[in-house]
């Protein structure tokens, strides 16, 4: 009994972890300050440390200004803490995070790094591919929606079409869907802010709970409406056949945004 009892513990630890989803915070800054950023990798809103034998599936956040975009450092007390290189000024950026293309599949013993040619017996396989962005308005009247509204060429990417600055509780927040750069229509898109769920889904593996979900439009746009202000996170996720099913059987994009909607004085 104690065996199964493990074996299934063990099999919904594996779940858990390959249900953990991409996505990015920053501090809050004013201009001629270091940025910082996290890497969110997990259960919303909590961080935790990534373990080191996924560390080369993570490329590492970017930081995107009107002059391009650049790399942060990974600096601080955890490998999910980043920081610019330099000051920023004040502006409206975004931070992005990207999980490289990894093969997953999943066999009685759980889930491995590996498509169907290495793991003949698996059951399900998908390539996965995540994305997180980040906007972040540096300095505290920054609104502007030069940089933020501009698709970064993400597989899957969630554009907003204003700044979340300029959205009170309660208004419509809109935003497009991409798919390859083109808008996806019929897409569920889901949205949370921290503090929505506060049961302990570590002990219960029950599925995040949602604030907000709607579909994309033909045009791929979708209007979120946040009703309390704080951090939030809208998700996207789309899966699709994978060319050759010997190989594996989908490829799977997952992408967020992550947003303050109200003023965030620290």
């Known amino acids: 009994m104690s065996k199964t009892l493990l074996?299934?513990?063990?099999?919904?630890?594996?779940?858990?972890a390959h249900a953990h989803r991409v996505w990015v915070s920053t501090n809050h800054t004013h201009g001629g300050e270091i940025l910082?950023?996290?890497?969110?990798?997990?259960?919303?809103?909590?961080?935790?440390?990534?373990?080191?034998e996924r560390l080369d599936i993570f490329k590492p956040l970017q930081l995107v200004t009107p002059q391009g975009k650049q790399n942060l450092?990974?600096?601080?007390?955890?490998?999910?803490?980043?920081?610019?290189?330099?000051?920023?000024?004040?502006?409206?950026?975004?931070?992005?995070?990207?999980?490289?293309p990894t093969f997953?599949?999943?066999?009685a013993a759980g889930w491995?790094?590996?498509?169907?040619?290495q793991m003949p017996d698996a059951t399900y396989c998908e390539q996965t591919r995540m994305y997180g962005k980040n906007i972040v308005n540096v300095g505290h009247e920054s609104a502007d929606t030069a940089v933020i509204t501009r698709p970064v060429g993400q597989m899957l990417e969630i554009v907003p079409l204003d700044n979340p600055a300029n959205v009170q509780v309660g208004e419509r927040f809109k935003v497009k869907v991409l798919l390859n750069g083109e808008p996806l229509p019929n897409a569920t898109l889901t949205a949370t802010f921290d503090g929505f769920?506060?049961?302990?889904?570590?002990?219960t593996h029950k599925v995040e709970a949602q604030a907000f979900s709607d579909t994309t439009g033909d045009d791929g746009?979708?209007?979120?409406?946040?009703?309390?202000?704080?951090?939030?996170?809208?998700?996207?996720?789309?899966?699709?056949?994978?060319?050759d099913q010997k190989v594996c059987q989908k490829q799977a994009n997952y992408t967020t945004l992550t947003f303050q909607i109200g003023h965030a004085h620290h």
């Open 7 to 16: 074996a299934a513990l063990l099999c919904a630890a594996s779940l858990s």
């Open 36 to 52: 910082k950023a996290e890497l969110g990798y997990g259960e919303f809103p909590e961080f935790e440390p990534i373990a080191k």
């Open 73 to 100: 450092v990974q600096k601080g007390l955890h490998n999910y803490q980043y920081e610019s290189a330099k000051p920023v000024k004040d502006g409206s950026f975004l931070v992005l995070a990207e999980y490289l």
């Open 104 to 107: 997953w599949s999943k066999n």
């Open 112 to 117: 491995k790094r590996q498509n169907m040619t």
């Open 197 to 203: 769920d506060t049961s302990d889904r570590g002990k």
């Open 221 to 243: 746009t979708v209007a979120i409406i946040p009703l309390r202000q704080g951090f939030w996170k809208a998700s996207v996720e789309h899966k699709a056949d994978f060319a």
